[in-house]
C-alpha cells in the first residue's frame, strides 16, 4: 500500500456477493472466523454456511445478502493485520456498506451492525413486496438528460455512481418507460439491476419508518475516523447525525461520485475497497485515473 497520501477504506453494497465469498478466509484466518461466529451468534442464523454454499437465490435475498455483504467485508479487514495497523483519512460505503463503514470507524458494534443490516434488509424486501419497484443502470447520459427523464416518469436519481453511470429507481412500470426515455434520448446502455425494490426511493418510505424504530433501540458512538455520508458526501462525525443520515439514505441518492471526489479533494490517493468483488474499484477507477486502488479480492 502506498505510504504517501492519504488512504480511505471504502466498504461495497448490495450486489457484490457471492456464494463462497469469505470462505478461504474463514479457514485462513482465526480473526475472520471469529467474525462469522459472532454474527451467526448475533442472528441466531447461519448466515456463515448461506455465504459458503448458497443457494445463491436464497443469498441474493435482501435480506440475507446485506447482512452477508456486511460480515464479509469485516472478516476481510479484520484478518489483515496491514489494514488493522493503519489508521485511514476517511471510511464510506456504498448503501448498505455505509453500515460497514460506522464498525471500521467503531461508531457501531459489529453485533449490532448486523442486526441493524439484516433489519434494514428484511424491511426494504418487504417494502418491495407492497410497493413493487426496480432500478435500472442509466450509461452514458448527462446528469441533466436523466433528471429530465425522471420528472417526466416519476422516477428518481438513486445512485450517482461514476462519470456516466447513473441509476434511478421507482415503481415498476415508471421504471420501464424511463429506460425507454433514456435510450430515446441518447443513452449509451441502459441495464436493469437485479434487485427487490426501488431502493433509495420514496417507495422506502416504509422501510424507513421501521428503520426508526430499530435505530432507536441501538447506542451509537461518535466515530473515530470520518464517514462520507452516502446523502451528502460530507463527513459525519457525530452519533446524532448518523442515525439521521442511516435513515435518509434509505429514501434519497446515494452520491458516491461525489463522496470519491471529496475524499481526493481532501488529499486521498490510495483507496482500499474491503470486502467481496470489486464494483468501487470500477466505480472509483472511472472517477479518477490518478488514484490508487487496491481491492482485498486481489485484483485492483
Known amino acids: 500500500m502506498s505510504e504517501e497520501g492519504r488512504v480511505a477504506y471504502v466498504f461495497p453494497g448490495q450486489g457484490s456477493q457471492w456464494v463462497g465469498m469469505g470462505r478461504e478466509l474463514y479457514h485462513s484466518s482465526p480473526q475472520a472466523r471469529a467474525v462469522f461466529e459472532e454474527a451467526d451468534s448475533a442472528l441466531d442464523f447461519p448466515l456463515t454456511r448461506l455465504c459458503f454454499e448458497g443457494p445463491d437465490e436464497v443469498l441474493r435475498q435482501t435480506s440475507n445478502a446485506q447482512p452477508a455483504i456486511l460480515a464479509v467485508s469485516i472478516a476481510y479487514l479484520r484478518a489483515s493485520p496491514e489494514l488493522q495497523a493503519r489508521v485511514p483519512a476517511f471510511v464510506a460505503g456504498h448503501s448498505l456498506g455505509e453500515y460497514t463503514a460506522l464498525v471500521a470507524a467503531q461508531a457501531l458494534d459489529f453485533a449490532q451492525a448486523i442486526y441493524l443490516a439484516r433489519e434494514r434488509g428484511r424491511l426494504m424486501q418487504e417494502a418491495g413486496d407492497q410497493n413493487p419497484g426496480g432500478m435500472v443502470a442509466i450509461l452514458g447520459l448527462e446528469e441533466a438528460l436523466v433528471n429530465d427523464v425522471c420528472q417526466v416518469t416519476g422516477t428518481q436519481i438513486a445512485n450517482m455512481n461514476c462519470p456516466g453511470q447513473i441509476?434511478?429507481?421507482?415503481?415498476?412500470?415508471?421504471?420501464?418507460?424511463?429506460?425507454?426515455?433514456?435510450?430515446?434520448?441518447?443513452?449509451?446502455?441502459?441495464?436493469?439491476?437485479?434487485?427487490?425494490?426501488?431502493?433509495?426511493?420514496?417507495?422506502?418510505?416504509?422501510?424507513?419508518?421501521?428503520?426508526?424504530?430499530?435505530?432507536?433501540?441501538l447506542a451509537f458512538r461518535d466515530p473515530v475516523i470520518p464517514v462520507i455520508a452516502n446523502t451528502t458526501a460530507q463527513p459525519l462525525t457525530r452519533a446524532e447525525a448518523i442515525k439521521t443520515e442511516l435513515l435518509h439514505q434509505l429514501c434519497h441518492c446515494v452520491q458516491w461520485q461525489k463522496s470519491v471526489e471529496f475524499m481526493i479533494h481532501e488529499g486521498v490517493s490510495t483507496f482500499v475497497e474491503i470486502g467481496p468483488g470489486q464494483v468501487l474499484t470500477g466505480l472509483i477507477r472511472r472517477a479518477s485515473k490518478q488514484a490508487e486502488i487496491i481491492s482485498t479480492e486481489g485484483k485492483g
Not at 184 to 189: D, H, I, T
Not at 201 to 209: D, T, V
Open 167 to 217: 441509476v434511478i429507481s421507482g415503481a415498476a412500470q415508471d421504471v420501464a418507460r424511463a429506460a425507454e426515455l433514456a435510450k430515446a434520448k441518447g443513452a449509451r446502455s441502459v441495464i436493469p439491476l437485479q434487485v427487490s425494490g426501488a431502493f433509495h426511493s420514496r417507495l422506502m418510505q416504509p422501510a424507513a419508518e421501521g428503520m426508526a424504530q430499530a435505530v432507536l433501540n
